[in-house]
């Protein structure tokens, strides 16, 4: 043996070395090859999971904007419709407060040409009274004079006497 080299021992060497090499290779390439591809479709699996996740996010969001734009032009067109019936209500309610305010009107009239008429009446009762008692005196006064100034004085009295009333 030249240079002391065992070839027996090289190739004993080689041998353990490609029995190892075997040996990792099927204990531990495969499985970690394995590992990686079902890591690999773990990550492509997750991103078209997230992708279709985004999509429909999408899709809901334009959903839900066109839903907000409709829910908008509804709240306008309630708006509308509640403008329309507050005047409605508000014309009904003017219609109304002024029917009344003219039958209060006309009662007041009403009453107020009764207490007209009544004074008027009472008027006249009283000037028939003072007529009648004016000629009692003139045909009881001993003069015509002096039966036309009692007359006068007493309508200047009966004339003071009602604006005291009034």
Not at 129 to 149: F, I, Q, R, T
């Amino acid at each position: 043996m030249p240079l002391n080299i065992d070839w027996q021992q090289i190739l004993l060497h080689l041998l353990n070395l490609l029995i190892l090499g075997v040996g990792l290779y099927l204990i531990l390439y495969k499985p970690v090859k394995k590992f990686m591809q079902k890591r690999e479709e773990s990550y492509a699996e997750r991103e078209e999971k997230t992708g279709d996740a985004l999509r429909e996010a999408e899709q809901r969001k334009g959903e839900y904007e066109q839903k907000l734009a409709s829910a908008d032009e509804e709240i306008a067109e309630l708006k509308k419709q509640a403008s329309a019936e507050t005047e409605t209500l508000r014309a009904a309610t003017l219609r109304d407060a002024q029917a009344e305010a003219e039958d209060i009107l006309a009662d007041a009239r009403d009453k107020a040409k009764r207490e007209h008429d009544k004074m008027i009446a009472d008027i006249g009762d009283d000037i028939r009274d003072l007529v009648s008692d004016m000629a009692e005196k003139a045909v009881m006064s001993p003069g015509v004079n002096e039966a036309y100034e009692q007359f006068l004085n007493e309508a200047e009295k009966g004339e003071e006497e009602s604006d005291g009333k009034d």
